[in-house]
């Protein structure tokens, strides 16, 4: 049975005194939940902060993104051994938005999976289809490449240690989300992939639906068979939408 998981994506967001109060709402909305893995992506320098506030909780922390590197003359990188450093155990790879607006290729978005995995830290790989490629039918074969360059790069054995997010882009920000059954067909079809190299494996990868999940929106994506909970980004910033949202996969 794959454990729920939920991860708020603050994306660059934030202030020291914003997050205090927010990661403490938070953390007091969420006492007592033990079933779902929960955890926060603040911005590079609140991770310390959130992973202080989350000390004596059962919530992760995680990165938004990690270089490629090990170490060396790469101003304004952060290595995966220096968020090991600060006990952070997740990070964000592949995200749309670094890979639309940083230029970020597969090829790179591997190198940073397997650079996290380096380092103890799982990485949450982001895969998903523009609104054109969806419109064009290329759905299948945008998502499919996006896994395959990762699997072909670090081999399915380091999905045992790895999350998948799909994330249509045409729904991150946007408030259209992918309808339940949209959404369960291409994450059918990710885990599919998986289990034609090791059914094992596929069973328990934990794959999370994001774009525009919202507590109205995240029980009939959470039901779904395929989907195992979500990666939030604008509700994440506002406490009871993101403890509602957490809510929804105990049922
Ligand atoms: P959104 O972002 O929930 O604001 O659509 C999701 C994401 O980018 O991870």
Redesign the pocket.
């Known amino acids: 049975m794959r454990q729920k998981m939920v991860f708020g994506?603050w994306?660059m967001h934030g202030s020291f005194e914003q997050i205090q109060h927010l990661l403490q709402d938070v953390i007091l909305g969420l006492a007592g939940e033990e079933s779902t893995v929960v955890g926060i992506c603040p911005p590079y320098p609140y991770l310390q902060l959130v992973k202080k506030l989350c000390s004596n909780t059962n919530m992760k922390v995680g990165a938004q993104n990690v270089s490629q590197h090990d170490s060396g003359a790469f101003t304004g990188e952060v290595a995966a051994s220096m968020l090991s450093d600060l006990g952070v155990n997740y990070a964000i790879v592949g995200?749309s938005?670094r890979r639309e607006l940083y230029g970020e290729t597969s090829d790179l978005v591997a190198k940073k999976f397997m650079a996290s995995q380096c380092a103890g830290i799982t990485p949450i790989l982001c895969v998903g289809e523009t609104l054109v490629q969806r419109d064009n039918g290329e759905t299948e074969a945008v998502v499919l490449a996006q896994l395959q360059a990762v699997i072909a790069a670090a081999g399915v054995e380091a999905f045992s240690n790895a999350v998948l997010a799909y994330?249509p882009v045409w729904?991150?920000?946007?408030g259209k989300t992918a309808t339940p059954e949209q959404a369960q067909e291409v994450h059918r079809l990710l885990r599919k992939h998986v289990a034609a190299l090791s059914e094992d494996i596929a069973a328990n990868l934990q794959i999370l639906y994001?774009?525009?999940?919202k507590d109205s929106n995240a029980g009939a994506l959470f039901t779904q068979a395929d989907i195992d909970g979500g990666?939030?980004?604008?509700?994440s910033l506002h406490a009871e939408q993101f403890i509602a949202i957490c809510a929804y996969t105990e049922s």
């Open positions: 994506n994306k995200h938005e994330e729904a991150i920000g946007t994001g774009g525009s999940v990666l939030v980004g604008g509700a």
